[in-house]
């Protein structure tokens, strides 16, 4: 029998390994995890960022009240789902020339704040001083939101009144928070929410009021008149604003309605 040349049988030693090799490799799996997710498939989702109150959960949290040069401004969110759905200003400067900037600027800003879901916002040209004031109370909200991590503060129907029980402000004493039923005057609804700890008004403010024409004018005089009242007496047994007869009656009927729900 005719012996392989050494040489030869090197030769094809090596020559069968390459193919093994080359065997293998087209075996390989099309795909693995490090490809798939550098093609994005298969990669978990990435985390979007979620600026303003966007706290998991329900419920209500004010904002430390912001000194400004012309008065307080103090911000109240309402978070549903971890979206803020409503803001509004608990304070406001008011007297004077401030209650015709108060008037124009506060809703401006609760709508910003309510597009934007967070603080990052407009100052309302003009109103400088309370729109500044306004964004570090709503910041203040916001964190208290997201400290909170959304716990259930309560929510309902404002239409027909409702009970919003929790910690409100700094969350030191228990506090209910109570919307009272809707009123309607010749002139618009009015609607009062309060806040009741220990048995006593802490806080009063206009969900809904009068407003358009002239009505802007006498609402931003009268309500923050009816608030204080209504925190002073801790009752509905408050005498009515000059010159805001029927806001002020129907202040005074939502107040009581509220009062009742929170059990006199």
Do not use: C, F, W
């Not at 978070?79 to 409503?86: E, F, H, L, Q, W």
């Not at 309902?156 to 004493?173: F, K, L, P, V, Y």
């Amino acid at each position: 029998m005719r012996k392989s040349h050494p040489i030869r049988r090197v030769v094809l030693a090596g020559a069968a390994t390459v193919s093994g090799i080359v065997l293998l490799l087209s075996l390989k799996p099309a795909s693995d995890p490090g490809s798939a997710q550098a093609a994005g498939v298969g990669a978990p989702p990435a985390a979007s960022a979620q600026g303003g109150a966007q706290a998991a959960g329900s419920g209500t949290v004010t904002g430390e009240a912001a000194q400004t040069q012309y008065g307080a401004v103090q911000v109240r969110l309402t978070v549903s789902n971890g979206k803020i759905t409503r803001a509004e200003a608990v304070q406001a400067p008011k007297g004077g020339q401030s209650d015709q900037i108060t008037a124009n600027a506060v809703p401006k800003l609760n709508q910003a704040v309510v597009a934007a879901q967070g603080a990052d916002i407009d100052a309302v040209s003009g109103a400088t001083y309370t729109s500044a004031g306004y964004k570090e109370s709503l910041q203040s909200a916001i964190d208290k939101a997201k400290a909170a991590g959304g716990s259930s503060q309560g929510s309902g129907s404002q239409g027909s009144g409702s009970e919003d029980s929790g910690s409100q402000g700094s969350g030191a004493a228990q506090a209910k928070t109570v919307t009272g039923s809707v009123a309607q005057t010749q002139y618009g609804a009015v609607q009062v929410r309060i806040t009741v700890s220990g048995g006593k008004i802490t806080q009063a403010e206009t969900v809904q009021a009068p407003k358009g024409g002239q009505s802007d004018r006498i609402t931003a005089n009268a309500v923050p008149k009816l608030n204080q009242a209504a925190v002073t007496a801790g009752s509905a047994d408050i005498d009515a604003v000059s010159g805001a007869t029927y806001t002020s009656a129907g202040y005074k009927e939502s107040l009581q309605s509220a009062l009742d729900q929170a059990g006199g």
